[in-house]
């Protein structure tokens, strides 16, 4: 079993910034992926960013160029620095961690961008 807990969400104005942080505890290990998800209600959860074990990144054609996720190996931990943010932007955030077929799912974090 995995344990994801995130961190960072919250109120801000449009264009403003926020950051989120997801720690990974337990069962990690191997070369795992780390990503955030968002799900806004009655749609389908989406991908936001993913970063794999050794780097490369993958963006969601609405955050590209804004967001900016990052991981620490040592620490466990996957962050998403999110700015020029919009109202659109505004739903639940899922810390995601990936190895193979299996997915744990933290237990999500609320951002509102104000207008």
């Known amino acids: 079993q995995v344990q994801l807990v995130e961190s960072g969400g919250g109120l801000v104005q449009a264009g403003g910034s926020l950051r989120l942080s997801c720690v990974a505890s337990g069962s990690v290990f191997g070369f795992y992926k780390l990503g955030w998800y968002r799900q806004a209600p009655e749609k389908q959860r989406e991908l936001v960013a993913t970063i794999t074990y050794g780097g490369p990144t993958t963006y969601g054609g609405s955050v590209k160029g804004r967001f900016t996720i990052s991981r620490d190996h040592d620490k466990n931990t996957v962050s998403m620095e999110m700015k020029s943010m919009k109202p659109e932007d505004t739903t639940v955030y899922y810390c995601?961690?990936?190895?193979?077929?299996?997915?744990?799912w933290g237990q999500g974090t609320q951002v509102t961008v104000s207008s």
């Open positions: 995601n961690y990936n190895l193979g077929e299996i997915d744990y």
